[in-house]
């Protein structure tokens, strides 16, 4: 009889038969320059007519067929989570064409439909392993530092580098000199301080954690750090969960000698739940008037939770579109400091439900995926669990656009890419052998005597 083989071995199979995950190949090439994208000079763009061609958009354009090839080729099994994200994309499609009909609504629905499906597509289908993901991280790293460089200086110097020299379109009343605690709010390469800051700090975590070399691991760690330069409260908030999150994980499998994900999640949603009772307008009023940066765009968040949510309730199924919601009108400007809430205004609470419901089996994905093993500690999947949920918890404060919904999008395919690969694994029990087992067995060739 054959002994089971471990997960470890189970995993080892199921690699051999998918193509190389390693070196410069094209699984491993295409996010990385999709992650490089992300990287350009968001003054960088095309016009098509009224479309709006990022270098990321255009390059997700140019990779559908690739999509298309490589799950031809090394196809996956769809799981609860890319049903929850289809539905996202189909509900916000359909609220959009309900608002905007047929012919108005098919470039904004397009653009979309690109930001969100196929950018998730690029990392559900690609990348399926941490050894893959510190090989993207350790390519990365040169970019990485270049935009660290690039917010530390803007910040201390007070001089906008990237944006002097390729200005972003319409993006004039976002590069005006904001100083918070001595510091400029640095904006780098990216459309606005908040991209930065985000993507930046949900970098630390993985860096810190990478099958990578020590000088790789400082490295990326300290230029993630930086997203502290873009003085943003997002930014700051972030990085002060990821840490956190990540130093009380590793002292609890410490103490618990096991990766107790229990003993992290009980107490955050306790003390969740104290805050709710006991906190004067609930949990998020609680949280925008004591971790703002600027006390001024705390109230007026506020302001925009409350009338945002008046709004929801009188358009819960398909939103108001682009169209504006109703508030005081001293509240002149109308974006929406929270992305859940905007996406539940936009394109009805089912859009918000779904969105939200594909964290939740990512995160999932990822727990169930954990090794309960001292000798190989499960610190990427615990890294990238708190990555994604810190930067979910993030969204409450700002409104994702742009290069940051791709990004988030590129969180979700590798979580779900990863964590769904490895429980399928985990489940599949042991490998039959492609061989026929001639082992000798007691009595299996005894004859009567």
Not at 436 to 442: C, Q
């Amino acid at each position: 009889m054959q002994p089971k083989r471990s997960y470890e071995g189970r995993l080892a199979v199921q690699g051999s038969k998918g193509p190389a995950r390693q070196g410069w190949s094209r699984q491993n090439a295409i996010p990385l320059i999709t992650l490089y994208s992300l990287l350009l000079p968001a003054g960088i763009s095309v016009e098509v007519g009224p479309i709006l061609l990022f270098p990321y958009r255009l390059l997700l354009l140019l990779l559908i067929p690739f999509i298309i090839l490589e799950v031809r080729r090394n196809p996956f099994k769809p799981t609860l989570a890319d049903a929850f994200l289809s539905f996202f994309a189909l509900w916000v499609a359909i609220s959009l064409g309900f608002h905007l009909g047929p012919a108005n609504g098919i470039e904004p629905i397009g653009r979309e439909l690109v930001d969100i499906g196929v950018a998730y597509l690029v990392f559900r289908t690609f990348v399926r392993d941490f050894d893959q993901l510190s090989w993207i991280l350790r390519k990365l790293l040169p970019g990485v530092v270049v935009v660290a460089v690039i917010l530390a200086y803007e910040s201390i110097t007070r001089d906008l580098l990237i944006a002097s020299i390729i200005p972003v379109s319409g993006g004039e009343g976002e590069m005006q000199e904001t100083i918070r605690l001595g510091l400029r709010r640095a904006v780098g390469p990216f459309r606005h301080p908040i991209h930065g800051g985000l993507i930046m700090a949900s970098l630390l975590p993985l860096y810190a954690t990478a099958k990578a070399p020590g000088w790789v691991k400082v490295t990326g760690t300290i230029a993630s750090a930086c997203a502290f330069f873009t003085v943003s409260t997002s930014a700051v908030l972030m990085l002060i969960m990821v840490i956190g999150l990540l130093f009380y994980w590793c002292l609890n499998v410490q103490l618990t000698q096991r990766p107790n994900w229990p003993m992290i999640v009980v107490p955050t949603l306790v003390t969740s739940f104290v805050i709710q009772l006991l906190a004067t307008g609930g949990i998020m009023s609680f949280f925008i008037r004591h971790v703002a940066i600027n006390s001024s765009s705390a109230r007026y968040r506020k302001m925009i939770w409350e009338h945002g949510t008046n709004a929801v309730e009188r358009n819960p199924v398909l939103g108001v579109g682009f169209a504006s919601y109703d508030r005081p009108g001293w509240m002149s400007s109308g974006s929406l400091d929270n992305h859940w809430l905007a996406i539940a205004l936009r394109h009805g609470i089912p859009a918000t439900v779904f969105l939200l419901g594909t964290v939740i089996m990512a995160c999932a994905y990822l727990v169930r995926s954990q090794r309960f093993s001292l000798e190989q500690r499960p610190v990427q999947q615990a890294a990238l669990l708190i990555c994604l949920v810190s930067f979910a918890l993030s969204l409450f404060t700002v409104f994702a656009w742009n290069h940051l919904v791709v990004f988030f999008m590129a969180l979700l395919g590798i979580a779900v890419g990863i964590g769904g690969e490895t429980t399928a694994i985990r489940r599949s029990g042991p490998v039959k052998p492609a061989y026929r087992d001639l082992s000798p067995r007691p009595g299996r060739y005894a004859t009567a005597d």
